[in-house]
């Protein structure tokens, strides 16, 4: 595996753009009509037509990813915002307490030491599927792995908890701006609409995932030796212990900030559902909890703004690798060759159930996903061509978005994502090691990915 290595998100999204651009010379030009549906443009099945193409040049090449940006604007804006909000909550360390809170209360009960699992799995989870905790869950497996170990756990078990649930909740999220909330913004839906579904297809997620770790969990804890890092676990165990002795308790602050994102979560909410809030109202209300999360928080305000810009400057990558896919479409468009793509893909697609295109779109969303794992970055590059898709083969663009969140159910297995690479690196578990025991888990999200297809393609989900 050490000779296997893909080029990073930037060098591959470049050499799309190149191909698109190439691809402008060789694709006829081609339209769909369209009609006005709901306020949407949407292209009539049966109406595509070749016109003439206008190839794009190295001037055009080059020009695209500016042109992204200021396309993509908006989107841009509030990932910024949002990624700065969210560095302020963090800053705050009410998450860290709240955390450190529940691990010292499994000392004295039986009930913790019970829920300890499904407790602290659903609360990485609620976070993958709220505000995107992705990479921010690597440094939990330095807390994770010792308390797991503590318990008769293993190395797995305390990997799994923060790393397996936050990628659980982005996966199958139903508030994550990063995923959702940009998908439904490019593909034309209501930001964060379809959240009844989405908390059901969540929660089914999420207690399946628990109910697998905590049947593992058991069974390493009746029979240590059955851990693929039994060894490991021999050494870890003789080099850490979590001592917990020094944590005071949450403090009323802590408190405090917690129930203020709890509001700003339900605020969101109300806003989208009641009075069609769209990405401006949304980025503004994440803007006001920036403010006075860092004031009930005792931040000063050079501390304040230092963690806003130091959050909305981690989320930089990730507007550059929007702006680049928006930029391949740009070409494609300028070009008239993305009708010519969708008339090509949709025999790919098309089939005589909604459900088996539904579920096929699941699979190229996951093939996409072993190459690019940013959930905004590959909205941005394939829901320009998969939401007028979904148009064209009978299933609706929610049902679309969904199946593009389920391809990054294979994130934590594959070998190319960077937060799988550095979480088992942290944790010093062999991608072997790991891999052989996801295979199973892999399976049932996959069962579980096209199953939970088949009802939104029946009830023709909007």
């Not at 009509?33 to 443009?41: A, I």
């Amino acid at each position: 595996m050490r000779k296997f290595k893909l080029p990073n998100t930037f060098v591959l999204l470049c050499g799309i753009l190149a191909m698109i651009a190439l691809a402008t010379w060789l694709v006829p030009g081609g339209k769909f009509d369209t009609q006005l549906v709901n306020g949407k443009q949407l292209i009539i099945p049966g109406t595509f037509h070749y016109v003439d193409n206008k190839p794009q040049g190295l001037a055009a090449l080059m020009m695209a990813p500016i042109k992204g940006f200021v396309d993509a604007s908006l989107i841009i804006g509030f990932v910024l915002i949002v990624g700065g909000a969210f560095a302020v909550l963090q800053k705050t360390e009410a998450f860290d307490s709240l955390i450190k809170a529940i691990a010292k209360a499994h000392t004295s009960s039986r009930f913790v030491r019970a829920a300890i699992i499904p407790v602290f799995f659903t609360m990485f989870s609620l976070g993958g599927a709220t505000f995107g905790m992705n990479e921010e869950a690597i440094p939990f497996i330095l807390i994770f792995v010792p308390l797991a170990l503590a318990l008769g756990y293993d190395t797995i078990t305390g990997v799994s908890i923060p790393f397996i649930g936050s990628q659980v909740g982005f996966s199958a999220a139903f508030l994550n701006p990063f995923n959702v909330g940009i998908a439904q913004g490019i593909a034309g839906v209501p930001i964060f609409s379809g959240i009844g579904y989405r908390l059901i297809v969540w929660a089914i997620a999420t207690a399946v995932s628990i109910v697998f770790l905590m049947w593992y969990a058991a069974r390493i804890k009746r029979h240590p030796e059955k851990s693929p890092t039994y060894l490991l676990d021999i050494e870890k165990r003789s080099e850490h212990s979590m001592d917990l002795d020094s944590f005071a308790g949450m403090t009323r602050t802590h408190r405090a900030v917690l129930w203020i994102f709890m509001a700003t979560l339900l605020t969101m909410v109300v806003g989208v559902v009641k009075y069609d809030w769209f990405i401006d109202e949304i980025a503004a209300l994440f803007l006001v909890m920036a403010i006075v999360v860092g004031l009930v928080g005792r931040l000063d305000m050079d501390s304040l703004v230092a963690s806003f810009v130091q959050g909305a400057r981690d989320m930089v990558s990730v507007a550059l690798v929007i702006a680049l896919a928006r930029g391949t479409m740009i070409l494609a468009r300028d070009a008239q060759i993305i009708d010519t793509m969708l008339h090509a893909l949709t025999p790919l697609v098309a089939s005589s159930s909604p459900v088996f295109a539904a579920q096929k779109m699941f699979f190229m969303q996951s093939v996409i996903n072993f190459f690019i794992h940013s959930g905004s970055g590959q909205a941005a590059l394939t829901m320009p061509i998969m939401a007028p898709l979904a148009d064209l083969v009978g299933v609706t663009r929610q049902t679309a978005i969904l199946a593009f969140q389920f391809g990054e159910f294979t994130t934590p297995m594959i070998p190319t994502s960077g937060i799988t690479v550095g979480v088992l690196a942290l944790a010093r578990v062999p991608w072997i090691t790991w891999a052989k025991w996801m295979i199973p888990l892999q399976l049932i999200y996959l069962v579980l990915a096209l199953l939970l297809l088949i009802p939104p393609c029946l009830m023709h989900w909007q």
